[in-house]
């Protein structure tokens, strides 16, 4: 397999050599199962911070609007649709919560019905997509046709069905997920763009030109106003350990990889986004 990164998004080339696959274990499935668990967890809080990121811009852009009816109702109504379409969205990856929850169990030994009814409700529903219109749909012929490249599971008939069966499903799953977070990425960049003009204006530029006294706020606020906005840097952070999710994915399926490594890639995010959190919690753009 070979991995091809383009445009800052992920496309995964199925080649054809594939002899030699290791006989995976049902502890690889095992450990993707409870990293996946972590992932998706990870995944939610990061859009929850987005959407409380996205709702302290737009609070702190309005009152340097026009104060009248209309400014107000149409921020309103714009944060409301935003609001419940991150709510889809949270839906979404509780859907995949429970898929590798499911897929965790079967590793695990449980073989019951109701854990392969489980499985099959879930992967179905990963067909239900939020509707974020900015968000392509059409699927990758790289993230496409990977039953046929599956690695034999000698030792686990029933791992191997519903890798077969769910491999192409996951796949398109984890690749929309890194989607969404783009989709987030450029709602926050422009958010967050029309806030660090006003306060470009108000902190450093009129202070500057005005010959007032320029105190430690001002460099403060001259600094923040050039480097990258936290927020985004943590939703950029989040995206690139979705792509280590995809390709810990497809090294499965070829019974391959080492997940233990995902450990330290989501650790270091939760760090991260609960350090942002703490710095914008006052509602400063950075």
């Known amino acids: 397999m070979a991995v091809k990164r383009l445009g800052g998004g992920f496309v995964c080339l199925v080649l054809l050599w594939l002899g ?75 859907v995949q919560a429970a898929y590798f929850g499911s897929l965790e169990a079967l590793a695990k030994g449980d073989t019951s019905e109701a854990t392969k009814r489980s499985l099959r409700n879930y992967v179905e529903a990963f067909n239900k997509l939020p509707q974020v219109d900015t968000v392509t749909r059409a699927k990758k012929d790289g993230i496409t046709g990977l039953t046929e490249h599956i690695a034999k599971w000698q030792h686990h008939r029933d791992l191997e069905l519903v890798l077969k069966r769910d491999a192409d499903a996951v796949a398109q799953a984890l690749w929309m997920n890194q989607q969404l977070l783009d989709e987030q990425i450029q709602w926050l960049e422009k958010r967050n763009s029309l806030v660090r003009q006003v306060s470009y204006r108000e902190k450093v530029y009129k202070p500057f030109v005005e010959d007032r006294k320029l105190t430690e706020g001002w460099k403060k606020a001259w600094i923040d106003d050039i480097q990258k906005p936290k927020a985004i840097e943590l939703l950029e952070q989040a995206k690139a350990a979705s792509m280590e999710m995809q390709e810990a994915w497809l090294n499965l399926l070829r019974g391959h990889g080492d997940f233990t490594q995902l450990t330290g890639t989501f650790a270091e995010v939760n760090k991260n986004m609960q350090q942002a959190a703490a710095q914008l919690g006052g509602g400063q753009a950075q």
């Open 20 to 94: 030699g696959c290791a006989s995976p274990g049902a502890g690889k499935v095992e450990g993707l199962a409870s990293q996946g668990k972590v992932y998706v967890n990870t995944l939610k809080k990061v859009n929850q911070f987005a959407l409380e990121q996205s709702l302290q811009f737009t609070a702190d852009l309005l009152p340097t609007l026009s104060r009248n009816a209309a400014t107000l109702e149409e921020h309103t109504h714009t944060m409301r649709q935003r609001h419940a379409l991150l709510m889809e969205v949270a839906d979404y990856l509780d």
